[in-house]
Antibody, heavy 118, light 112 residues
Framework: QVQLKESGPGLVQPSRTLSLTCTVS????????VSWVRQPPGKGLEWIAA???????DYNSALKSRLSISRDTSKSQVLLKMNSLQTEDTAMYFC????????????WGQGVMVTVSS | DVVLTQTPVSLSVTLGDQASISCRSS???????????LEWYLQKPGQSPQLLIY???NRFSGVPDRFIGSGSGTDFTLKISRVEPEDLGVYYC?????????FGSGTKLEIK
């Protein structure tokens, strides 16, 4: 069955770089895109970045200069890197599968909480 | 960037009544191919978001027919008829017509 699972450090110091991994199963990254979406505590959802099935990428315009999304198809992993972390980056980070047939996020991971603090 | 404005911010509904949520876009969401990339997601308390509606009005697999999406251009609506306890949570509209992709600010549905 389709599954996505996020993993990451949990706590990161300000100004450092965050590295998150989304490990997927039940589908191929060359057939489906994956996005990252985040949610600060008590706030709404914010789309961050996407890597599409063909390998092209898109980014949130406000965060673009700090972001990098990539994939390792052999490991079925999507990687997100965000540099120059600030306390405002504290959030739950979700990865979600993009289905190009219905043009929607049809499966989501459970999320990983990232706290930016010294 | 496209801004999606959802109203109301919160909604308190009696079980069995209808709820209606509006999503207004700062730009038309009809793409040049004629498709409108507007979806609705529900995030239940403590859970990840889940897809309800795609392409304005298409219910995702397993979504009850009590959920009805409608609209075009810049104005969209999600109606929930006969609200049930499991419908509580925060509803988000989302657009994938324009880059970057954006979510609405959310509407919290509470049960009276």
């Amino acid at each position: 069955q389709v599954q996505l699972k996020e993993s990451g450090p949990g706590l990161v110091q300000p100004s450092r770089t965050l590295s998150l991994t989304c490990t997927v199963s039940g589908f191929s990254l060359t057939s489906y895109g994956v996005s990252w979406v985040r949610q600060p505590p008590g706030k709404g959802l914010e789309w961050i970045a996407a890597i599409w099935s063909g390998g092209s990428t898109d980014y949130n315009s406000a965060l673009k200069s700090r972001l990098s999304i990539s994939r390792d198809t052999s490991k079925s992993q999507v990687l997100l890197k965000m540099n120059s972390l600030q306390t405002e980056d504290t959030a739950m980070y979700f990865c979600a599968r993009w289905d190009s047939y219905i043009y929607s996020f049809d499966y989501w991971g459970q999320g990983v909480m990232v706290t930016v603090s010294s | 960037d496209v801004v999606l404005t959802q109203t109301p911010v919160s909604l308190s509904v009696t079980l069995g009544d209808q709820a209606s949520i509006s999503c207004r876009s700062s730009q038309s969401l009809e793409y040049s191919d004629g498709y409108t990339y507007l979806e609705w997601y529900l995030q239940k308390p403590g859970q990840s978001p889940q897809l309800l509606i795609y392409g304005v009005s298409n219910r995702f697999s397993g979504v009850p027919d009590r959920f009805i999406g409608s609209g075009s251009g810049t104005d969209f609506t999600l109606k929930i008829s006969r609200v049930e306890p499991e419908d509580l949570g925060v509803y988000y509209c989302f657009q994938a017509t324009h880059d970057p992709l954006t979510f609405g600010s959310g509407t919290k549905l509470e049960i009276k």
